[in-house]
């Protein structure tokens, strides 16, 4: 009788350790964000690929992470803010996916990285930048495709990180940032 008891509380704990661990790993996997792969670079042809704004073209031979998903969103979510133009000519090449505009490089908009982004849910929102000490509200008009790169579908570019902010010079401007500068900056955003 005391070894039965003794088994079925041996077992019962090692059933509550397995959930436990269980629930652990799910969600390890849920929660954390690791790579979804990665593409490999091939030198793009002749003019088809936009340097403007000193944006990069994927490197022949260099391999890029990709990424479906970015850190969880909280109300300071870390990212790399950088410079973007959506101007007709700007580098992304194509209108701003969520209303399908150009944009001047006065406005207050960005693009988030695509796991943010949320299959476009976030278009049109807006959001808070804390950084350089100061806060700018800007509008999200397009999603930074961290899914994918270095192909005709992407414009030759490489893939963006999954923790990026993409800006106009407006924002840069309105956070004080001095000009020579306007390339990275660990910002903090939430929704506004
Ligand atoms: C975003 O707003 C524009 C109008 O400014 C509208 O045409 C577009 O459908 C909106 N996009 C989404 C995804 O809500
Ligand atoms: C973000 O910025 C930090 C500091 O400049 C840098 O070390 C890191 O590589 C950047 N991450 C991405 C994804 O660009």
Known sequence: MGTHIASTIFLLTCFQFLIITNLFIVKVHTCACHSGGEVTGH???PGACNTADSSACCADGQVYDIYDCSPPVSHHTKANLT?????YGGAGGQPANCDGQYHSDDDLIVTLSTGWCDSGRRCNKSINIRGNGRRVRAKIVDECVSSGGCDDAHNYK????NTIVRATKAVWSKLGVPET????????????
Do not use: E, M, R
Not at 83 to 87: E, T
Not at 158 to 161: L, Q, V
Not at 182 to 190: A, D, E, F
């Open 43 to 45: 030198a793009p042809p």
């Open 158 to 161: 490489p893939p963006c990180g």
């Open 181 to 192: 500068q306007w390339n990275t900056l660990v910002i903090h955003w939430s929704g506004a």
């Open 83 to 87: 410079l973007q133009s959506f101007n």
